[in-house]
């Protein structure tokens, strides 16, 4: 499991085209990818389970916490994405909600992503 930053503070500033926003750039993919938004209620959980792809989980409100194949939860919160791989077998959990981005594929580039220091 790695945890990345996407907050607008580690974000560029675009200016191009007569432009003026803050993008964080989050992944590239050359397969298909499967990109859907997910809503857990205060309680909610994402059950233990393996991924059948590799997932990219971004955090775009609210927080929560997640485990890989340890037993330790690693709390998250808004502006952070979590990755895990192939075949990783992966949970999620909320005490008080969490809203999230779940982008699915073969393949996920998080090379422009910055690595959340523990």
Same mark, same amino acid.
């Given at each position: 499991? !790695?945890? *990345?930053? $996407?907050?607008? /503070?580690?974000?560029h500033n675009i200016?191009? *085209?007569?432009?003026? $926003?803050?993008?964080s +750039?989050?992944?590239?993919? =050359?397969?298909p &990818?499967h990109?859907?938004?997910m809503y857990l209620?205060m309680?909610? %959980? %994402?059950? *233990?389970h =393996? &991924?059948v @792809?590799?997932q990219?989980?971004?955090? @775009?409100?609210g927080?929560? $916490?997640?485990r890989?194949e340890?037993? !330790?939860?690693v709390k998250? +919160?808004?502006? !952070?994405?979590v990755l895990w791989k192939? /075949?990783e077998? +992966?949970?999620?959990?909320? +005490?008080?909600?969490l809203? &999230?981005i779940?982008i699915e594929?073969? !393949?996920? /580039?998080?090379?422009?992503l910055? &690595?959340v220091?523990?």
């Amino acid at each position: 499991m !790695e945890i *990345y930053k $996407f907050r607008k /503070d580690v974000g560029h500033n675009i200016t191009n *085209y007569n432009s003026n $926003f803050i993008m964080s +750039h989050i992944t590239q993919t =050359q397969n298909p &990818a499967h990109i859907a938004c997910m809503y857990l209620e205060m309680g909610g %959980i %994402i059950g *233990y389970h =393996q &991924a059948v @792809v590799s997932q990219l989980l971004l955090i @775009v409100s609210g927080e929560g $916490f997640v485990r890989g194949e340890g037993n !330790e939860l690693v709390k998250v +919160h808004s502006g !952070e994405a979590v990755l895990w791989k192939k /075949d990783e077998w +992966h949970e999620t959990k909320t +005490h008080k909600g969490l809203t &999230a981005i779940v982008i699915e594929s073969e !393949e996920l /580039d998080t090379s422009s992503l910055i &690595a959340v220091s523990k």
